[in-house]
């Protein structure tokens, strides 16, 4: 119904930048709320950030004034913005897509996109 397709990730050096891009497939991609995860190896999925449909934003602690979300839905697309990378960023970022209808909760993720930081 919905897929997403995040891209952007790579080696990046301490201070460095980097966009990520969340691309869903469909024409009512801009009706969803969506948020940016990551996860490193052995530790649990934490949120990074949020973007309703109506444009509201919302950040986690340790990102806050480092990264940006933002939206573009005539391109079905969410973006993160990531600067001042520090080594603790090195996570797999998924992108997660949320509407809830009658009751009911659709989520979806994509494949993710690897971000690593180091000198």
């Known amino acids: 119904q919905v897929q997403l397709v995040e891209f952007g990730g790579g080696l990046v050096q301490p201070g460095g930048s980097l966009r990520l891009s969340c691309v869903g497939s469909?024409?009512?991609?801009?009706?969803?709320?969506v948020g940016w995860y990551r996860q490193a190896p052995g530790k649990q999925r934490d949120l990074v950030a949020t973007?309703?449909?109506?444009?509201?934003?919302n950040y986690a602690n340790s990102v806050k004034g480092r990264f940006t979300i933002s939206r573009d839905n005539a391109k079905n697309t969410v973006y993160l913005q990531m600067n001042s990378l520090k080594p603790e960023d090195t996570a797999l970022y998924h992108c997660?897509?949320?509407?809830?209808?009658?009751?009911?909760?659709?989520?979806?993720w994509g494949q993710g996109t690897q971000v690593t930081v180091s000198s």
């Open positions: 997660n897509a949320e509407r809830t209808r009658w009751g009911v909760t659709n989520l979806y």
């Open positions: 469909g024409s009512i991609f801009s009706l969803y709320d």
């Open positions: 973007i309703t449909s109506n444009g509201n934003t």
